[in-house]
């Protein structure tokens, strides 16, 4: 038996618009089944050691919204969580729609729906998405702090994490 453990490295961006964030309902992923998820995906090689570049990548690539459309870029979360031997890290970012005449492009990855951000939890998603958008609701939206997340079972352990 090969207990090899990989390394998987994701971001993803949810946009804010009033009372609503952008979702993704990603289908034909070889990581997670069709569900629910921010907007974003796997890193490129030369992306390693820039997240922030990452993401603006694919937010372009799958709804046509550029860094000029969006406003407060921030990463907030980072996340892992060991599943199928791999450790899955991901970056989390928010950011505000700044162009509000912006029409999104048709993605080729699923479909695109604004989600008023009180019926956000309803929805299926990811583990890890789900439990950084749960913090988020519950406290990372009423500051700018940046917090890193070990998964387990029953939740995640959310901590601040400070520059020392």
Not at 63 to 76: E, M
Not at 105 to 115: F, K, M, P, R
Not at 138 to 149: C, E, F, H, T, V
Request: with cysteine.
């Amino acid at each position: 038996m090969d207990d090899t453990v990989r390394l998987r490295h994701m971001t993803a961006v949810y946009i804010t618009r009033g009372d609503q964030i952008l979702l993704l309902y990603r289908i034909g992923s070889r990581v997670v089944p069709p569900s629910w998820c921010g907007v974003g995906g796997h890193f490129e090689k030369d992306e390693l050691n820039d997240p922030e570049q990452c993401v603006l990548r694919e937010l372009l690539e799958e709804t046509g919204i550029t860094a000029a459309d969006i406003g407060g870029l921030k990463l907030r979360y980072i996340s892992l969580r060991l599943k199928n031997q791999e450790v899955r890290q991901n970056w989390y970012y928010f950011a505000e729609l700044k162009n509000d005449q912006i029409k999104l492009s048709e993605c080729d990855e699923g479909t695109l729906e604004w989600v008023n951000i009180n019926d956000i939890l309803e929805r299926e998603m990811p583990f890890s998405a789900k439990e950084c958008l749960k913090h988020y609701l519950k406290i990372g939206k009423y500051n700018a702090k940046l917090y890193s997340g070990a998964a387990a079972e029953n939740g995640t352990d959310w901590a601040e994490l400070r520059e020392f």
